[in-house]
């Protein structure tokens, strides 16, 4: 056995992205101290964006299928003459699980970034798996009572629990394992997936409104969706099994030496408070919008507008399907002209679209229903493609897994998951159906800001990185292996 040196190669460094004086989640330029660039394996990027994505598919069909089968289970677990009653005990339960999601990213994203990205992110599979299939073995409260409720909310509550490691860990995972120029498009099938969970949710919800009757729904139906989540999760845990650790973090632990030190809590708040607040303002017009539109609408359909439930899931559903074909053009094209202009389209067509789109919903007839759907799904693609990347790229890689886990899940609980809890009780209290629009505009408003005062990142090394590059750009030595850094030894046979 005999070994070859590969040469280091230089290589020129992207754009410089030095941001403007008080602009948090920098992009930083590339830094010769953290080392030669990394050279990713299209194989173990595209292993690594299809374990990420089916973990987020198997999440989002869970929390989907709660969705839109929330009037049924509010009549299974929270007996009541009145609806709208119904309606608002199932998404509090609903909003509970968002209320420990900072729980969990305090306890995974620090895990994440001291043990590594695939231990953690296996563990968050094996948990959101257990609490879904809890839900489907959960009797009526017609035939234990109270109790019935109660096994509800803490099966949501370990959902959420676990939910809070997975989006920031499944984001960071592709970000470092991407190729700068690609980190936009390989990004967005993470969303992709997301998108694909919903419609297997609400495919599986309509199939089963259409074909059972409302007895059979009541009595047994509702718990099939639930109990699928048992084998999705073995598969997903499979798969999650079978990753390398990313290369960013694996260059993390090569620098220190040894096991990686404990980052202090505070270090994540405190230490990255800037970028912390640019997190918040961008999840925050990110999840609203996409709870709204995904979660809150179906149910929008049937008990204040009076549309036929099968009739709204469909038109969700094929919302959904154009999202999914959309999608990955939108994150290669955030690749080219980069996050900051595709974000900010998306907010201000929610700031100038949320109430003609709206009105459409409202007064039209079924086609009217999907255009203003449509219109809304097609801007929230502007932040499901764009998002998966310019999050990750808002803080350094020793503290990125906890901070970004900290930064997204304090937002989706405040205002993402109890968007329907919110608009629902708006609605009830002011008597004005058109609540969803104006909350979708003040979120648009936040986002806004936040897009406006973060730097650029497309194209751009993440902060903490060298630069990543495909095998046979500039300074990607074919003779080195993928993965590798220019200038590692390699062995020949």
Known sequence: MSTAQVAPH????????????????????????????????????????????????????????YSYIAVTLGKVFFPTGNATAQLLSTFGAFAAAFLVRPLGGMVFGPLGDRVGRQKVLALTMIMMAAGTFAIGLIPSYAAIGVGAPILLLAARLVQGFSTGGEYAGASTFIAEYAPDKRRGFLGSWLEFGTLAGYIGGAGLVTLMTALLSTDDLLSWGWRVPFLIAGPMGIIGLYLRMRLEETPAFAAEVAKAETERPKVPLREMVTGQWRALLLCVGLVLVFNVTDYMLLSYMPSYLTSELGYDATHGLVVVLGVMVLMMVVQPFAGALTDRVGRRPVMAAGCAGFLALSVPALLLIRDGGLLAVAAGMGALGLLLVCFTAAMPAALPALFPTRVRYGSLSIGFNVSVSLFGGTTPLVVTALIGVTGNVMMPAYYMMAAAVIGGFAVWRMAESAGRPLPGSPPSLEPGTHGAHPGTRPGARPGARLEKV
């Not at 990713?40 to 989907?64: H, S």
């Open 10 to 65: 230089s290589v020129a460094p992207g754009p410089a992205g030095a941001p403007a004086p008080g602009t948090a989640g920098a992009a930083q330029a590339p830094d010769p101290a953290l080392g030669p660039p990394t050279v990713t394996d299209p194989a173990l990027v595209r292993r690594a964006v299809k374990a990420a994505a089916l973990g987020n598919a198997m999440e989002w069909f869970d929390f989907g299928v």
